[in-house]
């Protein structure tokens, strides 16, 4: 029986030795699980120490744009270019009725003279006062004709405002006093001429003998050439072909007036036919230069016609705008209207056709309508 009792209890004591272990383990455990969280959040706490450092003085520092973002002004640094001028479709001598194209557009007489006038104008501030740090060598104007309304359809020979011999005379002077503008300003001028369809003294289907001799942006060429004769500053190229070529510095243009860009319906409007007939005349020129033996490439190709700006350098294409602007017969067949424009476009020896611009040439108020 004493036996009995002596095992009991070395077994309750066994037991209690066995418990206290694994009271003493899970104590071991609770601690090292305690010193990991107290090591991690010493941890963190030097983190959150060391981020706090970079805030240290935030209040006085200088909070500026780095200097890439507001460079100074290169004041002493000259680039050389020459501005070129695109003048299209004046059709001097047409009128445009305000209230037959719903209030958007207006041209008489009066109007003309203006808008001749602000391009001239305007040609030269933007060039001149609004870029900076460029030196011209001078200045080209692509005169891409129809500058006179003409007696092409029988509607303008009864709306016109004056007899074509009048108009030829008018925008003859414009011509000169604008040139002798452009040339005062930028120190040189050179005139590229070619004839629009508008200018054809025949009516009915248009004749492709002497066409330019037959035309009457032809012969306003000609009288302003001849009226600057004496002018050193100012040079003149008077196609006897539709087309015309020049060079401003490695860069060479086409010069058209575009009226046998024919069609163009749906979105893409008159891209279709301008792009269709710029591949055509490409292919022309590469073919025309292997039979005579000279280059004839050309980069890209400036023309009026089309009554509205289209600016593809890329694609060698730059198309003027109208100094006329929106008449009765664009409206009457939706297409969109455009504001009177004429186009201008830098040229430098390192990059071409840079960058180019409108020259927006109407004001209503001054115009009186």
Known sequence: MAEKKKLGLEEFVAERDEARFAENQ?????????????????????????????????EEAQLTPPAWLTPEKASKQIHVATPAFVYTDAHTGETVDPGATDGLN????????????????KAIVTARDYLSGVSYDGAVVFSTGDDVSGLIHEELQRTNAETVM?????????????????????????VVKVPGNHGRYKTGRP?????????????????????????DRITFTIADAPNARARVYDTRFLVTHGFEFKGGTGI???????????????????????????????????????????????RGVLVGGCLKGYDEFAYDYNFEPDEPTQEAFLITPERGITFNWPIHVMDRKAEGW
């Open 26 to 58: 899970e104590i071991a455990r609770t601690l090292r699980a305690a010193r990991a969280d107290a090591a991690e959040s010493r941890s963190r706490l030097a983190e959150l120490e060391s981020r706090l450092k970079l805030f240290e003085g935030l």
């Open 106 to 121: 207006a041209y008489n007489r009066e109007i003309s003279a203006q808008r001749h006038r602000r391009f001239f104008e």
């Open 166 to 190: 009048e108009s030829v005379l008018s925008e003859a002077e414009h011509q000169e006093a604008g040139f002798r503008m452009l040339a005062e300003a930028f120190g040189h001028l050179h």
């Open 207 to 231: 004749e492709h003998k002497s066409y330019n001799k037959n035309n009457f942006d032809w012969l306003i060429g000609r009288l302003v050439a001849k009226e600057l004769r004496a002018d």
């Open 268 to 314: 893409s409007g008159a891209l279709a036919p301008l792009m269709l007939g710029t591949h055509r005349k490409t292919r022309r020129e590469a073919m025309a230069g292997k039979l005579t033996g000279e280059r004839r490439d050309y980069d890209c190709m400036v023309m009026g016609h089309l009554h509205q700006r289209i600016s593809l350098p890329a």
